[in-house]
């Protein structure tokens, strides 16, 4: 082992996931509050419940970062700051934000407060990093689809600290790039502000009618690579799980913690079949994925038949016992009252147990079972009554209230006696200390029992029912002295309720004084109709000159996106029109591969027309040759501090995020995957009709809603009306 061991952060969706996730091994928690957080769905904590869980996770040496990763509008900047200032001055480690409009006002009204920028802000290449490094973030949570050897490129060459998912849900979007839940639920269920209906976890026919759920990932299991990632350098390994029981939370942080435990102590391990069994049991769906960290997956990455949790394979059907709700199975694992099972049928049978029979032959009665089951159908144990017990037990009893705490920190005392003179005891863990005398009585000479060492550091180590544990103790006592063992207790309970209040009062911090308004700065939108080709074909195949022809009447400038690979090697710069050449939101790949091997040749042919950016990406580097950059929708752009927040970054004009995007006004990109579809169309539910197209490198699949573009002429009225640039997408 050559690399630091990382932080393990669990999710906490309420306080008793907090306790599970502290109490089974997390070094750090994080967790949402009641406003701007992309889980609004969870539990979550109101203010006083945030505040106390800090300091119950303070005073166990667990770190917490909170959620304000939402993009937010212009008028929800300042309740945003000011709920900040509230996180700032209870203690919180840091705040994982998305939004740059946000970050920026942090910066500069709390610089001292960590920032985080959520996965949601697509970061997956060294370039995004460096860039989210100088807009003030300490930690970048990359991108799903990244494979260890890019994590370790990233990691080798920047100070800025990396955080990586490794177990849970996956999106088949790029996080921060999808849009389908907001268009398909009519702009009020938008995944970037914290309402994603799952539309991804939907069924869809596929070009040959086939239905089956072909945008739902598995989940992500990588407890077998959690030593490639700490050699990979990697600073934060998170789980996901914000909308998952505390059982959950127990569960898989209690294995990672185990894990990561065992490579620290030997360099070597290998997962448990009962660990694995355990990871299946509490949630799957059809088995799990190691993501994108050793390749792309295929087909393999998707959970197939049913999205949701799917249980452990049980048993199958013998036969129903006629006239009853009981049915024999042939059992392949235990199954007992109180388990929820499902039968895999022509419909989805299950219940909990509420009979169990042993017969012969090793067969099992169970029930109560209604619905049409068949011989041969499938058992799958969905819930394990006797697991979940034994998880809540591992936190029940604990909390802010409990007595019986698992998660405790070492202290290290020091006792000092003197005859004649008051007891004291200094008490230190970690950067703390305190000292406390009992002056309610004063050593004596003994005249028969001596106080002695083994008796005083019994009663000094019983820590029960508090936060720590007592690593060590040094006696400096005056030979022949005596001492009450009351005195003892007395001074170990006021030393380390003393030093609670410490650890509590230490993390606090006093706010600065927070703006009553917020101010924003005008900046350039140039009226005109734009055209974004996602394939240089379809460039090649539209009718310029009849969009021209019409302008020309209307005096409406016009402008042409197309991508960047096409530009340079189509030579589109002598073009007289004004076409401007775009890094795609996603260049991970061929694009980013593309930029690398041709950037000076990239840079003379942009230097006049510029680059249009959908991403942190690249700005730096384009920048620093003085190519004229603009801002894409990618960038999620979503408030005028945002635009601002560019802006300074050398960004001369800004396209607005996509979240505001008007449903009639044409089609967009709903998603952007690595995943590389068998099918050319979606269909869902009601009949709606979407269509897969690809990137001009081929390596990245756009999901748009199938339609009838708007004539040109309803294009150009558009245009008139719009403030700024009024765009139409054409796959």
Known sequence: ?????????????????????????????????????????????????LEQAV???????????????????????????????????????ALIVQDLGLAYLLRQYLPDLPLHLSTQGSIYNLSGVKKARELGFSRVVLARELSLAEIQQITDNTSCEVEVFVHGALCICYSGQCQMSRILGRGERSGNRGLCAQPCRLPYKDDKGKTACILSPKDLCTVDDLGELTEAGVTSLKIEGRMKSAEYVAAVTRIYRKYLDYYAKSGKFRVSAEDRRVLMQVFN?????????????????????????????????????????????????????????????????????????????????????????????????????????????????????????????????NLQVRIGQPPVLTVRSSKWSVTVCDESVAAEKARNRVL????????????????????????????????????????????????????????????????????????????RLAFYFYQGTSFQQFDLDAVKALL?????????????????????????????????????????????????????????????????????????????????????????????SVVLQGIRQAVPSHERWKIENGPIPLMISEHQFHTSSLTDRKNKLYEIVYNEE??????FPKGNLPSIKELVRRAEKEEGESRIYIP
């Open 1 to 49: 082992m050559k690399k630091k061991i990382p932080e393990l952060l669990a999710p906490a969706g309420g306080m008793n996931q907090l306790v599970a996730a502290v109490e089974n091994g997390a070094n750090a928690v994080y967790l949402g509050g009641p406003l701007f957080n992309a889980r609004i769905q969870a539990d979550n904590f109101t203010e006083e419940k």
């Open 55 to 93: 300091d119950y996770a303070h005073l166990r040496d667990v770190k917490v970062h909170v959620t304000l990763n939402t993009l937010l509008k212009d008028e929800e900047l300042l309740p945003a700051l000011e709920y900040a200032a509230k996180l700032y001055e209870m203690g919180v480690d």
């Open 285 to 413: 769906r059809g088995g799990f994925t190691e993501g994108y960290l050793k390749g792309n997956p295929g087909a393999e990455f998707l959970s197939g038949r049913l999205p949701k949790h799917q249980g452990v394979f049980a048993g199958t059907v013998v036969k129903r016992v006629p006239g009853t709700n009981l049915v024999d199975v042939e059992p392949t694992a235990s199954l007992e009252i109180g388990d929820g099972i499902e039968i895999r049928s022509r419909e989805l049978v299950g219940n909990i147990l509420t009979y169990r029979q042993e017969r012969k032959g090793g067969m099992l009665r169970i029930g109560d079972i209604k619905g049409t089951v068949r011989t041969g159908d499938r058992v799958y144990k969905i819930t394990d009554a006797a697991l979940m017990q034994s998880l809540r037990r591992s936190y029940e009893e604990a909390g802010p209230e409990g007595t019986k705490c698992k998660k405790t920190v070492p202290v290290c005392m």
């Open 452 to 527: 002695e060492k083994e008796s005083a550091e019994r009663q000094l180590s019983k820590t029960g029912g508090t936060p720590f544990y007592v690593e060590s103790i040094k006696m400096n006592l005056e030979e022949g002295c005596a001492l009450p063992i009351s005195s003892l207790n007395r001074l170990r309970r006021e030393a380390l309720l003393r030093l609670t209040e410490e650890k509590e009062r230490a993390g606090k911090r006093r706010c600065r004084e927070m703006p009553r308004r917020i101010s924003f700065e005008k900046t350039e939108r140039q009226k």
């Open 552 to 644: 020309k009447e209307k005096e409406l400038p016009l402008r042409i996106y197309v991508p960047l690979r096409f530009f340079v090697e189509n030579h589109l710069a002598s073009r007289e029109e004004d076409i401007v050449p775009y890094i795609l939101n996603i260049s991970k790949g061929r694009l980013d591969q593309y930029i690398e091997e041709n950037f000076d040749k990239i840079v003379e042919k942009t230097k006049q027309c510029g680059i249009s950016v959908g991403n942190l990406g690249w700005i730096r580097e384009f920048a620093a040759e003085g190519v004229p950059l603009y801002a894409d929708y990618g960038l999620n752009l979503y408030n005028q501090k945002a635009v601002e």
């Open 698 to 703: 081929g390596d990245k699949s756009l999901i």
